[in-house]
């Protein structure tokens, strides 16, 4: 009883552990090799680190949901490309033309819906179709990313408001819009997630989708209302990202799912469903972009970056399982 | 008796379902342009989809076995960097086989890590995914790699060269395709592959050791992902690093269009050559009757789900899931 307790700690604290770590050893080895004559945790540092973390870790939270369902969703960085289309795109439409700065309200609302519309699609065909979720977003992923190219051919989408970047680039209480944005979606999710019957059946699925169907949970639209979220969630993200910059490549947001996707198993969410945590889930997104901050503090560059996270979240990987081997019940091979 | 046809109906949908999909297409773009349907457009397609074939028979083995691989596209950015670079240092006869074994220990570090150590192989992928695209970028410096002598060397031969009228490439993908599908169908190998997809724990009990095939697999997927970037290498003549950025989900969706199961335990090497065939032949049909790369991405979305929708609704004899 002692050691399964002991364990739980150990898995539940070691992302915290594993940020404490990132931050001292990147804190001692920038006052070796740092190419800038500031501290690595300097207060304004450590605020970008937030602000840079948003886009990722607004998707890893919809994420999340839809992992501890026992699902995945791969299209997300073609979800967050097309909103970002249609954010700075709408913002010129004719029929809009005098709405003044009003026409920042619509575009947000016509992004946030355009990724409510995907995801239920998504939702949908694994709802109706009885298609693993892995391969239907494998093929939006595709899809989705053709229509961004449908709708723009290889040009880049530009438009700058600037009243929208003042906002996107505000510092309220100290704090940038897009941490705002992050914590406000973080207490929203963990809310949901623990406090709501939708949460406690997004376990109950994952956990044993015979069992939920037994016990009288509808898991089809169930399982359609996540991916509409992790769909919503996609479309803030860019939202939040696309007002600040103002000009998106077709190509855009590649790669995202695989960011997305690696925080959420380093904060300990299981791929089979059932378990993950949305707190750790924060701790994740949060060590990843300490990981690529600290990295280039100390001066090693994006391959190197790539190269860490790889084999960390192999590492990890390693580690839970040690944790959680069942000892004598284990199959010998 | 209407109901008996209808399951006639089903259970042939199911079987042949891809190939009656794929005869459809060819018809189709046939009548909407006759340039398709020659023999100078065949040899085009399948030449350009042989890089990609090539990737996708070894992955079908991973995914009979019930694995997956998603580090096959950075995999093969970094072996052509990798026979690049070292035609010019060590010449092609060294190169190749350095190349060859280079990436044969990529994928032997994933076979352990997901045979042996039976970590989940989507994680261990997507991990080796973004640590080989590191590699490749620390390897090359991020810069550019190309053959320095372009005309003499015999290198070409593996990406240009043609025997006997038919290109290597061609020629590459149909021999290793041959050899492949033989193991697979006919050696006791390509049964325990099959077993171990299909139920791991009774294929242990039956004596398989698992961790061994699972490996094996791997194996063979790295030696594909190789002879797959010695193609582009010698195609290309020269490279950027992220070659095959991206490859890794067409080559699965090749895979899955062919009709393997991602459970594992079903597919054949055959199908999956269809199912490449497939993506070229409607890449290569929607850019000759005039419509923009992008409505491809599109129609390969639908074909995807259509496809692996139709297979599991002609097993489970109802069209729409069961899920309330």
Request: net charge neutral; glycine share 12%.
């Given at each position: 009883?002692?050691?399964?307790?002991?364990?739980?700690?150990?898995?539940?604290?070691?992302?915290?552990?594993?940020?404490?770590?990132?931050?001292?050893?990147?804190?001692?080895?920038?006052?070796?090799?740092?190419?800038?004559?500031?501290?690595?945790?300097?207060?304004?540092?450590?605020?970008?680190?937030?602000?840079?973390?948003?886009?990722?870790?607004?998707?890893?939270?919809?994420?999340?949901?839809?992992?501890?369902?026992?699902?995945?969703?791969?299209?997300?960085?073609?979800?967050?490309?097309?909103?970002?289309?249609?954010?700075?795109?709408?913002?010129?439409?004719?029929?809009?033309?005098?709405?003044?700065?009003?026409?920042?309200?619509?575009?947000?609302?016509?992004?946030?819906?355009?990724?409510?519309?995907?995801?239920?699609?998504?939702?949908?065909?694994?709802?109706?179709?009885?298609?693993?979720?892995?391969?239907?977003?494998?093929?939006?992923?595709?899809?989705?990313?053709?229509?961004?190219?449908?709708?723009?051919?290889?040009?880049?989408?530009?438009?700058?408001?600037?009243?929208?970047?003042?906002?996107?680039?505000?510092?309220?209480?100290?704090?940038?819009?897009?941490?705002?944005?992050?914590?406000?979606?973080?207490?929203?999710?963990?809310?949901?997630?623990?406090?709501?019957?939708?949460?406690?059946?997004?376990?109950?699925?994952?956990?044993?989708?015979?069992?939920?169907?037994?016990?009288?949970?509808?898991?089809?639209?169930?399982?359609?209302?996540?991916?509409?979220?992790?769909?919503?969630?996609?479309?803030?993200?860019?939202?939040?990202?696309?007002?600040?910059?103002?000009?998106?490549?077709?190509?855009?947001?590649?790669?995202?799912?695989l960011?997305?996707i690696t925080?959420?198993v380093?904060?300990?969410?299981?791929?089979?469903?059932?378990?993950?945590?949305?707190?750790?889930?924060?701790?994740?997104?949060?060590?990843?972009?300490?990981?690529?901050?600290?990295?280039?503090?100390?001066?090693?560059?994006?391959?190197?970056?790539?190269?860490?996270?790889g084999?960390?979240l192999?590492?990890?990987?390693?580690?839970?399982?040690?944790?959680?081997?069942?000892?004598?019940?284990?199959?010998?091979? | 008796?209407?109901?008996?046809?209808?399951?006639?109906?089903?259970?042939?949908?199911?079987?042949?379902?891809?190939?009656?999909?794929?005869?459809?297409?060819?018809?189709?773009?046939?009548?909407?342009?006759?340039?398709?349907?020659?023999?100078?457009?065949?040899?085009?397609?399948?030449?350009?989809?042989?890089?990609?074939?090539?990737?996708?028979?070894?992955?079908?083995?991973?995914?009979?076995?019930?694995?997956l691989?998603l580090s096959?596209?950075?995999?093969?950015?970094?072996?052509?960097?990798?026979?690049?670079?070292?035609?010019?240092?060590?010449?092609?006869?060294?190169?190749?086989?350095?190349?060859?074994?280079?990436?044969?220990?990529?994928?032997?570090?994933?076979?352990?890590?997901?045979?042996?150590?039976?970590?989940?192989?989507l994680i261990v992928t997507l991990g080796m995914l973004s640590?080989?695209?590191?590699?490749?970028?620390?390897?090359?410096?991020?810069?550019?790699?190309?053959?320095?002598?372009?005309?003499?060397?015999?290198?070409?031969?593996?990406?240009?060269?043609?025997?006997?009228?038919?290109?290597?490439?061609?020629?590459?993908?149909?021999?290793?395709?041959?050899?492949?599908?033989?193991?697979?169908?006919?050696?006791?190998?390509?049964?325990?592959?099959?077993?171990?997809?299909?139920?791991?724990?009774?294929?242990?009990?039956?004596?398989?050791?698992?961790?061994?095939?699972?490996?094996?697999?791997?194996?063979?997927?790295?030696?594909?992902?190789?002879?797959?970037?010695?193609?582009?290498?010698?195609?290309?003549?020269?490279?950027?690093?992220?070659?095959?950025?991206?490859?890794?989900?067409?080559?699965?969706?090749?895979?899955?269009?062919?009709?393997?199961?991602?459970?594992?335990?079903?597919?054949?090497?055959?199908?999956?050559?269809?199912?490449?065939?497939?993506?070229?032949?409607?890449?290569?049909?929607?850019?000759?009757?005039?419509?923009?790369?992008?409505?491809?991405?599109?129609?390969?979305?639908?074909?995807?789900?259509?496809?692996?929708?139709?297979?599991?609704?002609?097993?489970?004899?109802?069209?729409?899931?069961?899920?309330?």
């Amino acid at each position: 009883m002692q050691a399964g307790k002991l364990s739980k700690y150990l898995k539940d604290g070691a992302i915290w552990g594993f940020i404490v770590f990132e931050l001292i050893f990147f804190s001692v080895a920038g006052e070796f090799f740092s190419v800038s004559d500031k501290a690595f945790m300097d207060g304004d540092n450590m605020l970008l680190l937030l602000k840079q973390s948003a886009p990722i870790g607004i998707i890893a939270m919809g994420m999340t949901i839809v992992m501890v369902n026992g699902n995945i969703d791969l299209s997300v960085g073609a979800i967050y490309a097309i909103c970002a289309v249609v954010l700075l795109d709408s913002m010129t439409w004719a029929i809009f033309e005098g709405l003044g700065n009003w026409v920042i309200p619509v575009a947000w609302c016509l992004a946030l819906l355009t990724g409510v519309v995907l995801g239920a699609i998504n939702g949908l065909i694994v709802w109706k179709t009885g298609v693993d979720a892995f391969i239907v977003t494998l093929g939006s992923m595709l899809g989705f990313r053709g229509l961004v190219f449908m709708y723009n051919g290889e040009q880049p989408t530009s438009h700058l408001n600037w009243t929208l970047v003042d906002f996107a680039e505000a510092q309220i209480l100290g704090l940038h819009t897009a941490t705002w944005f992050l914590l406000i979606v973080t207490a929203a999710i963990w809310f949901l997630m623990n406090r709501t019957v939708h949460g406690r059946n997004a376990y109950a699925i994952g956990n044993n989708r015979e069992a939920a169907v037994n016990a009288g949970i509808r898991v089809g639209p169930h399982m359609m209302i996540n991916f509409m979220i992790i769909g919503f969630l996609a479309a803030l993200s860019a939202v939040v990202f696309y007002s600040e910059s103002g000009s998106v490549n077709p190509n855009d947001g590649q790669l995202y799912e695989l960011w997305v996707i690696t925080a959420v198993v380093l904060g300990g969410t299981k791929l089979t469903g059932g378990a993950g945590s949305i707190i750790s889930t924060f701790g994740g997104v949060i060590a990843i972009q300490l990981l690529r901050k600290g990295l280039s503090h100390i001066g090693a560059d994006t391959s190197t970056v790539n190269l860490v996270i790889g084999l960390i979240l192999i590492a990890v990987l390693f580690l839970d399982r040690q944790l959680n081997v069942k000892g004598k019940e284990e199959l010998k091979v | 008796m209407a109901e008996f046809t209808k399951q006639d109906i089903g259970k042939l949908l199911a079987k042949q379902g891809i190939l009656i999909a794929f005869a459809v297409f060819i018809v189709g773009f046939t009548i909407a342009n006759p340039k398709f349907l020659t023999i100078d457009n065949f040899e085009n397609v399948v030449r350009s989809s042989a890089i990609l074939g090539v990737m996708a028979l070894g992955v079908t083995f991973v995914v009979i076995s019930g694995n997956l691989d998603l580090s096959v596209g950075s995999m093969m950015s970094f072996s052509t960097i990798v026979v690049l670079d070292l035609h010019d240092k060590l010449g092609p006869t060294l190169a190749i086989p350095a190349m060859f074994a280079m990436t044969l220990c990529l994928g032997a570090f994933i076979g352990i890590l997901v045979g042996y150590l039976k970590l989940n192989s989507l994680i261990v992928t997507l991990g080796m995914l973004s640590a080989i695209h590191g590699l490749t970028l620390t390897y090359s410096g991020g810069k550019n790699i190309d053959i320095a002598d372009k005309e003499g060397t015999w290198f070409a031969i593996f990406g240009q060269g043609n025997v006997m009228g038919i290109q290597t490439p061609i020629l590459i993908f149909i021999a290793l395709a041959a050899l492949l599908g033989i193991i697979l169908a006919k050696t006791p190998f390509g049964r325990k592959v099959y077993a171990v997809g299909g139920n791991g724990t009774a294929a242990t009990f039956s004596g398989i050791r698992r961790a061994r095939v699972v490996f094996l697999c791997y194996i063979m997927s790295a030696f594909c992902v190789a002879t797959a970037g010695l193609i582009q290498a010698s195609r290309s003549m020269g490279s950027q690093n992220t070659v095959g950025q991206g490859l890794e989900l067409e080559v699965l969706a090749a895979v899955i269009l062919g009709g393997a199961s991602l459970l594992g335990g079903s597919g054949t090497i055959f199908k999956t050559v269809i199912g490449v065939l497939i993506l070229g032949f409607i890449q290569n049909g929607l850019l000759l009757v005039g419509l923009d790369f992008s409505v491809q991405y599109v129609v390969t979305w639908v074909i995807i789900i259509l496809a692996v929708w139709l297979d599991i609704a002609a097993k489970r004899g109802k069209l729409m899931s069961p899920i309330a």
